[in-house]
């Protein structure tokens, strides 16, 4: 059972162009939303995160976007670059759940010159 | 440095014989986890510690036992590896104070069990 699931698995951008991962979970308890950014052969990374209260949050060229009634949250990356390129993971966390996050299946993104 | 320590980064072993993945933090965390990655299933909870001697099952714990005598250290013990064992490994670890409790990983352990 996937509580969290993340589209699309793979995705290829133009170097400049908007990146865009969506992730949409199940479990209404869920109140904290973390992005978490991997390079290859290094452990993941926070990148930017969001809690249920707010329909937006930007950092730099890193937005995310979250819909409390549709239950859905996305990763907008902004002016894509090269160093971009990492693997994704959404995730989701319940308070009080013992610092548990539930992991989505994590999209690969490459940047193109 | 603030760091999660895992070791070793790459083993290949056999099938049943007994091993150990040893993780460290040094930011004087009380939650430690692991987790496996997987090609399609993304990062799966084995195990989790809240603190000394407080362990817990994660979403995937057969197959593995854990062990928390110390603050800093939170080894993965795999007491019969088998094939579906061969996974690339991932030690986290965090504080339990509310706003401070970003999970912070370690580089990971890419095990294969032949």
């Known amino acids: 059972q996937q509580q969290v699931k993340q589209s699309p698995q793979s995705l290829i951008v133009q170097k400049g162009g908007i990146s865009i991962i969506n992730c949409a979970y199940e479990?209404?308890?869920?109140?904290?939303f973390p992005w978490y950014q991997q390079f290859p052969g290094k452990g993941p990374a926070l990148l930017i995160a969001?809690?249920?209260?707010?329909s937006e949050k930007k950092e730099g060229r890193f937005t995310i976007s979250f819909n409390k009634s549709a239950k859905q949250f996305s990763l907008h990356i902004m002016d894509s670059q090269p160093g971009d390129s990492a693997t994704y993971f959404c995730?989701?966390?319940?308070?009080?759940?013992?610092?548990?996050?539930?992991f989505g299946t994590g999209t690969q993104l490459k940047v193109e010159l | 440095e603030a760091q999660v320590t895992q070791n070793p980064r790459y083993l290949i072993t056999v099938t049943g014989k007994k091993l150990t993945v040893t993780c460290s933090q040094n930011?004087?965390?009380?939650?430690m986890s692991w987790y496996r990655q997987d090609p399609g299933l993304g990062l799966r909870q084995i195990y989790y510690?809240?603190?000394?001697?407080?362990?817990d099952k994660g979403d995937v714990p057969e197959g593995y036992k854990v062990s928390r005598k110390e603050k800093r250290n939170f080894p993965l013990i795999l007491e019969s590896p088998s094939p579906n064992q061969t996974s690339l490994y991932f030690c986290?670890?965090?504080?339990?104070?509310?706003?401070?409790?970003?999970?912070?990983f370690g580089a990971g352990s890419r095990l294969t069990v032949l």
């Open positions: 986290a670890s965090s504080s339990i104070r509310a706003g401070a409790n970003v999970l912070t």
């Open positions: 479990n209404t308890a869920f109140d904290y």
């Open positions: 969001i809690r249920p209260d707010v």
């Open positions: 995730a989701a966390r319940v308070t009080g759940g013992g610092n548990k996050l539930t």
């Open positions: 930011m004087n965390h009380e939650y």
């Open positions: 510690s809240m603190n000394v001697e407080v362990t």
